[in-house]
């Protein structure tokens, strides 16, 4: 229910969606992402309450951001991931509750987050290959991510279930066509997204980029696609099997930009507000949330930030300067 003036920045972007992290801890190590060991943990202290999030939510709801996604570090380390998705589901105005996660916990944890009200699941997977998942996420929990799959699959309700593919040049080329054909025989839709300059180990180089197009052609050559509409602010292309059997999608903020529709924002775990990815600076709100400020002046520092949000991430051009954080500590 927008019940406040919606939220807009300088260059007429209109922004509808939030990515709220959770924690910055995960379970996992992924090349892409976390270094292999020693990145510190926030205090639980740091870390934004389920009733801070909540408020936060309604706060945004209210100016008309109505999609929000969970995400983190791996939001199901967290423990009652389910009782915060209750919260959300309940907030008016909210009407698209997603979570993204690196599916090991599924498993248990599918059913719960059904029954709290979760539609909307991104599960990632880099590899359908034991040795290989295990190089990319430095644990070897393929087959507990195959199992949390096919738990989520058990719940009709939970859809689309999305895998997520971080492609990567000279990892990923292998299996292009068996992730397609996992997007073929199972009720997934899977996307392959560029791999972005978040690495916490900082190796990422233009030429690791494994674009969409590139990708595209190799799936074509095996099963033809047809393109599907997306509206405009989403960040994936979608693509449907010429034969009708499923969908793949391809999300390429490297060689396809899409900043000019951007529609979205963050906050990390520890309650600052990111306007962009890849941006420098953040916005506490934490304090504010802990010192008693009431709605309207939360509502203003969300505005104020918001109207710098920058107006493109400008990797790959000449004055791009690298966040400071990976994307696990930023909420992917
Ligand atoms: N742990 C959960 C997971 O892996 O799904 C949620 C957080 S993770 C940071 C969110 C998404 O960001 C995942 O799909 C992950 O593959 C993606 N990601 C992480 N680092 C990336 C990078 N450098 N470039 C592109 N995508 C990245
Ligand atoms: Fe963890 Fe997700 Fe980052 Fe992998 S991508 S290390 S699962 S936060």
């Not at 990708?215 to 405009?232: G, S, T």
Request: charged share 30%.
């Amino acid at each position: 229910m927008t019940t406040r003036p919606p939220l807009t920045d300088s260059f007429d972007r209109r922004i509808e969606s939030v990515r709220i992290s959770i924690t910055d801890r995960c379970n996992f190590r992924c090349r892409y992402c976390m270094p292999a060991e020693g990145l510190p943990w926030l205090q639980r202290s740091e870390v934004l309450t389920f009733e801070e999030i909540e408020r936060l939510a309604r706060i945004l709801a209210a100016m008309g951001v109505s999609h929000v996604r969970i995400t983190g570090g791996e939001p199901l380390v967290r423990r009652d991931a389910p009782d915060l998705i209750e919260r959300l589901v309940r907030v008016p105005g909210l009407d698209d509750l997603a979570l993204t996660t690196n599916g090991v916990a599924l498993r248990t944890l599918a059913g719960p987050l059904v029954d709290a009200g979760l539609r909307r699941i991104n599960v990632s997977l880099d590899s359908l290959d034991h040795t290989r998942f295990a190089e990319v996420t430095r644990r070897d929990m393929l087959d507990r991510v195959l199992e949390g799959l096919e738990e989520a699959e058990r719940y009709p309700e939970l859809r689309p279930i999305k895998v997520n593919c971080v492609a990567m040049r000279g990892f990923t080329e292998q299996e292009v066509v068996a992730f397609a054909e996992l997007a073929r025989r199972k009720p997934y839709v899977v996307r392959f997204i560029e791999f972005m300059p978040l690495d916490a180990d900082r190796t990422w180089s233009k030429d690791d980029v494994l674009t969409g197009d590139e990708i595209r052609a190799m799936i074509e050559a095996a099963h033809p696609l047809v393109r599907l509409p997306a509206p405009a602010s989403s960040t994936a292309e979608r693509w449907a099997f010429a034969d009708g059997a499923g969908e793949v999608g391809f999300i390429n903020p490297v060689s396809q930009p899409f900043c000019s529709s951007c529609d979205r924002i963050r906050i990390t775990a520890e309650g600052a507000l990111r306007t962009c990815l890849f941006a420098l600076e953040e916005t506490d709100l934490r304090t504010p949330l802990r010192s008693g400020a009431d709605d309207l002046a939360i509502e203003a520092l969300i505005r104020e930030a918001v109207a710098g949000k920058r107006m493109k991430h400008e990797i790959g051009e000449p004055g791009f300067v690298r966040s400071a954080k990976s994307m696990s500590q930023i909420g992917g």
